[in-house]
């Protein structure tokens, strides 16, 4: 073998071995989950599938008019880089351009019509914490969940003499935009990302 030969496995082995503990540290520096309250876009596939087809090339962001998708990259590495919706900062509007805009499928094509997203969005599911809304807990009247609801009286209700917010998850697509626009500076709705 000659002195050129050994040299380079030499550097093969140097290399592959930095490698390997860089990928640990970097394992270990990703290995965070996304917390349950940041969504998918709007058709996303189940999770597995999702992630299976996700190609991370940005484009469902680069379409987004309100700008509500991100691409953390300090996350686990199968889910680092790929779109998610921080609702709670800025939520999806329901334009379905990121759906036209994906190129593998991992965002399916929904008609941005209120009787279809109703039945083909589920983002996530709506949870409110009564003891921090102002219209469950009497600190001032409020009803700003119910006002920017797409489904008024169906996914969102007021009830009681309070005129309070309730919520029905079944008619909810989880768009996020009540908990966007929830005055509690810990909002007292959030989203639950669905499986
Ligand atoms: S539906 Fe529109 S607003 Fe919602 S995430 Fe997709 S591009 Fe953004
Ligand atoms: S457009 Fe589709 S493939 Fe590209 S990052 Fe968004 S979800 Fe992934
Ligand atoms: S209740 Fe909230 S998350 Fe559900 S559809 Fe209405 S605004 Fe969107």
Redesign the pocket.
């Known amino acids: 073998m000659s002195d050129g030969k050994k040299l380079t496995r030499r550097h093969l082995m140097g290399a592959v071995a930095a490698g390997v503990s860089l990928a640990a540290l970097g394992g270990a520096l990703r290995a965070r989950a996304a917390p349950s309250t940041w969504l998918r876009p709007p058709g996303a596939l189940p999770e597995d599938e999702f992630l299976a087809r996700c190609i991370r090339c940005f484009r469902c962001g680069e379409v987004c008019p309100p700008r509500c998708i991100e691409f953390p990259s300090s996350l686990a590495l199968a889910e680092s880089d790929t779109p998610y919706v921080i609702?709670t900062d800025i939520?999806c509007t329901?334009c379905m351009r990121c759906g036209d805009a994906c190129p593998t499928g991992a965002l399916v094509k929904i008609e941005p019509r209120l009787d279809v997203m109703a039945k083909q969005v589920k983002?996530?599911t709506?949870v409110l914490d009564k003891d921090t809304c102002f219209a469950w807990n009497r600190k001032q009247p409020c009803h700003l969940?119910f006002d920017?609801?797409?489904?008024?009286n169906q996914?969102?209700r007021l009830v009681t003499d309070r005129l309070a917010?309730e919520?029905?998850d079944d008619?909810?697509?989880?768009?996020?935009?009540?908990?966007e626009?929830c005055p509690v500076e810990e909002k007292s709705?959030r989203?639950e990302r669905a499986p």
């Open positions: 609702a939520a329901l983002m996530g709506p969940c920017v609801c797409p489904w008024q996914a969102v917010p919520f029905i008619k909810c697509v989880g768009c996020g935009l009540c908990s626009a709705i989203i």
